[in-house]
């Protein structure tokens, strides 16, 4: 009996939306099935040829930052079942580590980040997309509070890029993938509702 092919689970929304606390709560719903998270982030473009000043001047919101032509060429091999090597993004020194991370094929594939829906093509791949839709206040709190607690930031560095670039990459090219999703939730994490009409709705899928 051949193989079902892997089913692919598409997460978006805004910095700060929930998304990643949607996927960790589908994640955990299946503690016993075959099932990966694979991050849009893990695939932000080596910059190794570029200064470290220049590294720093990065837009992480924008399209280009992302390898999303390697991301795809790794989720088509996941979706034959072949294992793949998962680059690993150094935050610290703004490039791509020199480390991978061998991951085997799952039964389900959780995508996540805010620009999944923004390619065509990475959309075809999927069989369900969700963006988390959350109100812009809550995500520049939440983000604010992730910034200076986990990355050490100050609050004016934290309001600075999100004024300049955070909120216009959001308005220009992430807010308008949402009329691409098939189910928009509201509240991200909190919105346990959608979460178990999401995970019933994989739990088909499954069987």
């Given at each position: 009996?051949?193989k079902?092919?892997p089913?692919v689970?598409?997460?978006?929304?805004?910095?700060?939306s929930?998304?990643?606390?949607?996927s960790?709560?589908i994640?955990?719903?299946f503690?016993?099935h075959?099932?990966?998270?694979?991050e849009?982030?893990s695939?932000?473009k080596d910059?190794?040829h570029?200064?470290f000043?220049?590294?720093l001047?990065t837009?992480?919101?924008h399209?280009?930052a992302f390898d999303?032509?390697?991301l795809i060429?790794?989720?088509?091999?996941?979706?034959?079942y072949?294992?793949?090597e998962?680059?690993?993004?150094?935050?610290?020194?703004h490039?791509r580590?020199s480390?991978?991370i061998?991951q085997?094929?799952?039964?389900?594939?959780?995508l996540?980040?805010?620009?999944?829906?923004e390619?065509?093509?990475?959309?075809e791949?999927m069989?369900i997309?969700?963006y988390?839709?959350t109100?812009?206040?809550?995500r520049?709190?939440r983000?604010?509070?992730?910034?200076?607690?986990?990355?050490?930031?100050?609050l004016?560095?934290?309001?600075?890029?999100?004024l300049t670039v955070?909120k216009?990459?959001?308005?220009?090219?992430i807010e308008?993938t949402k009329?691409?999703?098939?189910v928009?939730?509201?509240?991200?994490g909190?919105?346990?509702?959608?979460?178990?009409?999401i995970?019933?709705?994989?739990a088909t899928y499954?069987?």
């Amino acid at each position: 009996m051949t193989k079902s092919k892997p089913i692919v689970i598409g997460v978006t929304g805004g910095s700060g939306s929930g998304k990643t606390s949607v996927s960790r709560a589908i994640f955990n719903h299946f503690p016993d099935h075959s099932i990966m998270m694979l991050e849009h982030d893990s695939y932000y473009k080596d910059q190794s040829h570029l200064s470290f000043e220049e590294r720093l001047n990065t837009n992480y919101d924008h399209p280009f930052a992302f390898d999303t032509d390697l991301l795809i060429e790794h989720l088509e091999k996941l979706l034959q079942y072949e294992t793949i090597e998962k680059p690993v993004y150094d935050y610290v020194a703004h490039t791509r580590s020199s480390a991978t991370i061998i991951q085997e094929p799952k039964e389900v594939i959780i995508l996540e980040g805010i620009l999944i829906l923004e390619d065509e093509r990475l959309r075809e791949l999927m069989d369900i997309k969700l963006y988390v839709d959350t109100d812009d206040d809550i995500r520049i709190i939440r983000r604010i509070k992730r910034d200076m607690e986990e990355r050490g930031r100050t609050l004016d560095s934290i309001i600075q890029q999100y004024l300049t670039v955070v909120k216009p990459m959001y308005h220009q090219f992430i807010e308008p993938t949402k009329r691409y999703a098939d189910v928009i939730v509201p509240e991200g994490g909190e919105n346990h509702v959608a979460i178990d009409l999401i995970t019933t709705k994989v739990a088909t899928y499954l069987k």
